[in-house]
């Protein structure tokens, strides 16, 4: 493992950074699992953040607190949406990471038919 990722054990949380068509960085903290060399999040598929992901990969991450306050160096990486099965090997890594509260989660979004997304973040 390298000390970028390194940095990310015992966090609850990474930023995001992702990128408008302009150039503009918009920031987002979100929960994550690290598996071997890759960072695991999920989202809302219509969210802002997808939409930036699917129009530029390149991203930047940190390890930060639940208010997005970086807790450790910014890295430039790269995102890409997974397909069924690899959303599913995220959202099960995500399941041990958060126990009850992502089970929650899983169940708000199956009583409102809400459709999610799991990206993986690769450092470059």
């Known amino acids: ?12 949380y990474l930023n995001l950074e992702s990128y408008r068509k302009t150039g503009k960085p918009v920031a987002t903290p979100m929960w ?13 598929a219509n969210a ?7 129009n530029n990969s390149r991203v930047r991450v940190v390890p930060c607190d639940m208010r997005g306050n970086p807790q450790g160096q910014w890295v430039e990486a790269k995102a890409r949406i997974l397909d069924d099965a690899g959303a599913e090997f995220g959202h099960r890594l995500l399941n041990e990471k958060y126990g009850w509260m992502k089970k929650i989660g899983n169940i ?17």
């Open 1 to 12: 493992m390298t000390d970028e990722l390194a940095q990310f054990l015992n966090h609850n």
């Open 32 to 44: 994550f699992a690290l598996d071997n060399d890759t960072l695991y999040v999920y989202s809302l």
């Open 48 to 54: 802002g953040k997808v939409k930036r992901v699917r």
């Open 108 to 124: 708000y979004s199956r009583l409102l038919n809400r459709e999610r997304v799991v990206m993986a973040i690769e450092i470059v």
